[in-house]
């Protein structure tokens, strides 16, 4: 299966995004977001984590407008895959793929440490390798991760089984402890936590190895 | 360089705000700070963004309008309010 990865000036996920992927067996292009196109026969796009144009104006809106994304949005809609991570799912958010939004902290400090997190779901190609309920240990790393959105739109996602990750234990204020979410059909996720920062037992901890082995064995059976 | 002042004789002020019922840590952050500093009955303080553009003459309300639907504000978590000058 083969994966692309978008680099935005000021993404810094995006090599050990491409690292994760390969570890898994993808074939990995780098695409730069004045790219107008996404290379052929792409399955997945990998949306880092960073702080795309410096976080200016609001994170991941100028990256949303970029030329690049147009071509994402497109690839979504045609039903292709696309995984969001940290800055990536707010660029998500801003593009309208996914609900919601990413306000400041409650806290309003930067976290950066590893926290527990509850699966949400396992009906996806990011989570079929993890239990519904079973708790992991993913790093997070943001200043704007607190998830907000309307009632109606987190009594949907419920409903939907589209949370596909929660906080054990809320670090920054998000509606209903909420960590990533899934688009209806359930092949966009975006969530704030950094699963690639758990693929390798270098990383300190592998809970996140899971989602790109699921991930790359779905997309090669597909 | 500066802008040629004959292209640029409309100016447009966008004032950006997080929508009512949405938390302002920040906002609340600067309503403790002036507690902090001895100012007493500040009930509340919202924080948003003013954004300044400098426009071509004859740009119309309805261009700014879709600036800010489009880039300039995010309508899921704020408002805005365009002023022309």
Request: charged content about 20%.
């Amino acid at each position: 299966m083969r994966a692309a990865v978008v680099v935005f000036p000021g993404s810094n996920c995006d090599r050990d995004l491409a690292m994760a992927f390969r570890e898994a067996g993808c074939q990995v292009e780098m695409v730069w977001h004045k790219d107008t196109t996404l290379p052929s026969g792409i399955d997945i796009v990998g949306i880092p984590g960073g702080f795309s144009f410096g976080d200016y104006l609001r994170c991941g809106a100028i990256a949303a407008n970029s030329p690049i994304c147009a071509e994402v949005k497109a690839h979504a809609e045609r039903g292709g895959f696309v995984l969001g991570i940290c800055n990536g799912f707010q660029v998500l958010t801003e593009t309208g793929l996914l609900p919601g939004a990413l306000l400041r902290n409650a806290g309003l400090k930067f976290i950066c440490r590893t926290v527990p997190l509850t699966v949400g779901t396992s009906d996806s190609v990011y989570t079929s390798g993890y239990q519904v309920g079973q708790q992991i240990d993913i790093p997070i790393a943001h200043h704007d991760g607190n998830y907000i959105a309307s009632d109606d739109v987190v009594a949907q996602l419920t409903a939907e089984d589209r949370i596909a990750f929660r906080y054990a234990e809320n670090p920054n204020g998000s509606t209903a402890d909420i960590a990533g979410i899934l688009s209806g059909n359930r092949r966009v996720l975006g969530m704030m936590p950094h699963p690639e920062r758990a693929a390798d037992a270098k990383h300190g901890g592998t809970d996140g190895k899971a989602m790109f082995a699921s991930i790359a064995s779905a997309l090669a059976a597909a | 360089m500066l802008p040629d002042k004959s292209e640029t004789i409309m100016k447009a002020r966008v004032h950006v705000m997080l929508k009512d019922g949405v938390l302002d840590p920040q906002g609340e952050a600067v309503r403790h700070a002036l507690g902090g500093l001895g100012f007493g009955g500040v009930e509340k303080v919202r924080q948003g963004k003013v954004i300044e553009l400098d426009l071509a003459d004859g740009t119309s309300e309805d261009t700014v309008r879709e600036m800010c639907e489009k880039l300039l504000a995010n309508t899921v978590i704020e408002s805005y309010r365009i002023e022309l000058s």
